[in-house]
């Protein structure tokens, strides 16, 4: 097996308190993580660092190899133009991380009338990640507040970038019915930090720290 597409080594976003803290998984080439956690595990602000929208304040993100967090101006732009796409909510696509909080999680399950703009913006940048075969795909609570339909396809396009382009797909998500639907292990967040991580089913069959199991139960009585 090569390396890994994708690699987030001791990550820390924020200061004391930060964000997220001492955050680490790799992602292979055509595999999807999902970063999985309630309100304000720090989810959104680690996937705008490994997008390249925040600096962590210490660790690394590695791409193919290469370290890109120190990358500036049109270094950073070319990379998240060509290698890093990361695509935001569809309530907020212009949010500042919003998505951690409980007044956004209740925005983001009200569709408006801009819900089809966005969506049909999601569906564009998951296309270009197909065609452009871009090496990493991240994605920020990509089904809130989407119908069935818009979801099946984009489902499908995610299947395409993994299937056809090879690309690393991070989903960050408070649902675990959509971790256990979309990737192959999943990172559980609490407040910043990593509790738990593996395989997706085994994860959440039998997760063995008691903020995964809520996190099922959750789901599972809503």
Same mark, same amino acid.
């Given at each position: 097996?090569?390396?890994?597409?994708?690699?987030?080594?001791?990550?820390?976003?924020?200061?004391?308190?930060?964000? !997220?803290?001492?955050?680490?998984?790799?992602?292979?080439?055509?595999?999807?993580?999902?970063?999985?956690?309630?309100?304000?595990?720090?989810?959104?602000?680690?996937?705008? !660092?490994?997008?390249?929208?925040?600096?962590?304040?210490?660790?690394?993100?590695?791409?193919?190899?290469?370290?890109?967090?120190?990358?500036?101006?049109?270094?950073?732009?070319?990379?998240?133009?060509?290698?890093?796409?990361?695509?935001?909510?569809?309530?907020?696509?212009?949010?500042?991380?919003?998505?951690?909080?409980?007044?956004?999680?209740?925005?983001?399950?009200?569709?408006?009338?801009?819900?089809?703009?966005?969506?049909?913006?999601?569906?564009?940048?998951?296309?270009?990640?197909?065609?452009?075969?871009?090496?990493?795909?991240?994605?920020?609570?990509?089904?809130?507040?989407?119908?069935?339909?818009?979801?099946?396809?984009?489902?499908?396009?995610?299947?395409?970038?993994?299937?056809?382009?090879?690309?690393?797909?991070?989903?960050?998500?408070?649902?675990?019915?959509?971790?256990?639907?979309?990737?192959?292990?999943?990172?559980?967040?609490?407040?910043?930090?990593?509790?738990?991580?593996?395989?997706?089913?085994?994860?959440?069959?039998?997760?063995?720290?008691?903020?995964?199991?809520?996190?099922?139960?959750?789901?599972?009585?809503?």
């Amino acid at each position: 097996m090569g390396s890994p597409v994708l690699e987030i080594r001791n990550v820390s976003v924020g200061a004391e308190p930060a964000f !997220c803290r001492d955050v680490s998984f790799a992602v292979d080439a055509g595999e999807a993580v999902a970063v999985l956690g309630g309100e304000g595990a720090g989810k959104s602000q680690l996937l705008r !660092c490994i997008g390249l929208e925040l600096a962590p304040s210490s660790g690394s993100v590695l791409l193919d190899g290469i370290e890109v967090t120190g990358a500036t101006g049109l270094d950073r732009n070319e990379l998240k133009g060509r290698a890093i796409e990361l695509v935001h909510p569809p309530s907020s696509p212009d949010a500042d991380s919003a998505t951690d909080t409980a007044g956004s999680s209740a925005v983001s399950r009200r569709p408006t009338a801009t819900m089809p703009v966005t969506w049909m913006r999601q569906r564009i940048q998951i296309a270009r990640a197909v065609t452009q075969a871009t090496a990493a795909l991240l994605l920020d609570e990509p089904f809130a507040g989407i119908d069935h339909g818009v979801r099946v396809r984009i489902e499908e396009l995610l299947h395409r970038a993994r299937r056809e382009a090879g690309t690393a797909v991070v989903v960050a998500t408070r649902d675990t019915s959509v971790a256990r639907h979309v990737a192959d292990r999943v990172v559980v967040l609490h407040q910043g930090e990593v509790v738990e991580s593996g395989p997706t089913d085994g994860v959440l069959d039998a997760p063995s720290d008691a903020r995964t199991r809520a996190l099922v139960t959750v789901r599972r009585s809503a």
